[in-house]
């Protein structure tokens, strides 16, 4: 982590760091292909915010919050019969949105 945004740039700003979208788009990614299959059985789709926000030092809460509402677009694209098409913009959306929120200052605990 490079240390704290500017000041000003808080989600009064709707500016989006884009280094955030990415780290944040690839580990969504990554939590998403890699542990689906296994903790989908185990666990709730709020374990991949959590876990998102943990490897990318966001704090849980904004994130769980937009990972639910990341859901609704998500499901829409279910009913349509289109999952994975869903999950694609499920991630990118889940990633633009995680984008707006704070930078963590180096070293901090979420």
Excluded: K, Y
């Amino acid at each position: 982590m490079t240390g704290a945004r500017p000041p000003g740039a808080g989600p009064e700003n709707s500016a989006m760091d884009s280094d955030i979208l990415w780290r944040v788009a690839v580990v969504q990614a990554l939590a998403v292909i890699v542990l689906s299959l296994f903790l989908g059985l185990l666990f709730s789709h709020s374990f991949f915010a959590w876990f998102t926000a943990w490897v990318v030092g966001l704090a849980v809460g904004p994130v769980l919050i937009r990972a639910v509402l990341t859901g609704i677009p998500s499901a829409l694209f279910v009913i349509l019969g289109l999952h994975w098409l869903g999950a694609v913009v499920a991630i990118g959306l889940f990633a633009a949105w995680c984008a707006t929120l704070p930078r963590p200052l180096a070293g901090a605990t979420p």
